[in-house]
């Protein structure tokens, strides 16, 4: 699944080569030809990211709400577009530039009033610069339930997906297991800091990196991560512990993270 990182990206990218100009909309694949011919010729004024949601906000008054879910993608190529596909969802073409949407969880019209109901029933989005990291570290101290599972919560924080999870809970040194009752502010807030770092990195990049972030001299094809999908921790050597977390694997090392 597309984490926070991707989706910000995405935003980025359509609010520079997109947002401001008259757009030909079309649904090639034919499951959202009647929405796009409601925005077809319309403007899109700007496009938004929140956690692992993202809007398009359009001149006209319709917001499109895109979710990518675990195979969605949105690809942005210099125009002209390609040849008619039945894979693409949603097809958007300005004078330069085209970006095409294949297999999304979610792709559809909304309201304003919709789209705001959404965002309230997540939590903070750590690459936003209006996020306030309290009512996630007020859901987080409340609760018996593990760390491990909560970081994957988007009411709790929007955005983090499983890669993030495992190499920040290593980083600060905190087990998944870890019931959020028993976590520090401190050790929150170091948890907050660093998913915000690297992140923003990920936008800038256009991919996770963790490793190749935080000691670039140490980073290769073979070694990107610290725990994820790794044999053994890359800062002990110790074999890493796979568990499952909220429906997800997660890697941790048991000797840095005790």
Known sequence: MAEGHTIHRIARDHNRWLAGRALRASSPQGRFRAEAARLDGDTLERAEAYGK??????????????????????????????????????????????????????CALITE????????????????????????????RRTRKAVGALLLDQGVIAGVGNIYRCEALFL??????????????????????????????????????????LEPERASHDFRFYVYKRPACLRCGHSVRVSTLAGRTVYACPECQR
Do not use: Y
């Not at 009033?113 to 987080?140: F, S, Y």
């Not at 297991?177 to 990049?205: S, T």
């Open 53 to 106: 949601n993202l809007f398009h906000v359009w001149r006209g008054g319709a917001i499109c709400h895109v979710h990518l879910g675990m195979a969605g993608r949105f690809t942005l190529a210099k125009a002209p577009a390609r040849s008619a596909t039945d894979q693409v969802r949603l097809r958007l073409e300005s004078a330069g530039h085209v970006a095409e949407l294949r297999g999304p969880m979610r």
């Open 113 to 140: 009033k919709q789209r705001r109901g959404i965002i309230a029933k997540l939590g903070p989005d750590v690459l936003r610069d209006d996020a306030d990291p309290n009512p996630a570290w007020e859901r987080i």
């Open 172 to 213: 600060t040194g905190v087990a998944p297991e870890r019931p959020g009752d028993a976590l520090q502010r401190e050790e929150f807030d170091a948890l907050w800091v660093l998913l915000r770092r690297l992140m923003r990195i990920g936008v800038r990049r256009n991919r996770i990196l963790t490793l190749a972030a």
